[in-house]
């Protein structure tokens, strides 16, 4: 059995949930996200409390779905609530980020600056050499951060690059000079 899945999700104050025709929409003070089904994961909706379930219980496919949804929903449930937030820090010599209007306006050692623009759903802000981004959808958040990441990722023997806040790279020893003899 799905230890995820089996967990009931209790839906707060304010938050309305409406499962209908293969999709569940969630409904809340930070916006409105929905999520289409898989048709072999049903859901069930009681008394502010969203149950997940799946027909065959042994089968390893349904399984890996019931946990999977259930996550999603709870996601769901989180994001219209409190929201998600990631940061990002750029390292380097002449490495800057600015907001241009809704755009990121990223100079990270190329000859020309490049312009990242901010999707429906994403709010950016920047201070100093750090990128914050907050969303209600956990999904689209974490592929944005990836993407403006992927920008100029962190390099092993200086570190620079746009990296994670928590993230930790690991350094490289550079070259050592030879010895003269």
């Known amino acids: 059995m799905s230890r995820i899945g089996k967990q009931t999700i209790e839906i707060p104050q304010g938050v309305t949930v409406s499962v209908a025709e293969g999709s569940v929409a969630v409904k809340g003070p ?73 755009d990121l306006k990223v100079e990270a050692g190329y000859s020309h600056p490049v312009i990242y623009k901010m999707p429906e759903g994403i709010i950016a802000s920047t201070e100093k050499n750090l990128i914050t981004l907050e969303s209600s959808d956990k999904e689209l958040l974490g592929r944005i951060a990836s993407e403006i990441r992927s920008i100029r990722k962190p390099e092993p023997y200086k570190g620079k690059g746009i990296k994670y806040v928590d993230e930790v790279i690991r350094r490289k020893a550079g070259k050592t000079a030879k010895a003269a003899g």
């Open 30 to 102: 930070k916006g409105e996200l929905n999520r289409i089904l898989n048709s072999l994961v049903t859901v069930v909706l009681t008394d502010n409390v969203v149950t997940v379930d799946v027909a065959n219980k042994e089968d390893k496919k349904e399984r890996a779905l019931w946990g999977t949804f259930a996550s999603h929903i709870k996601n769901m449930v989180i994001g219209v609530t409190e929201g998600f937030k990631k940061q990002l820090e750029i390292n380097g010599v002449g490495y800057r980020v600015a907001m241009q209007g809704k």
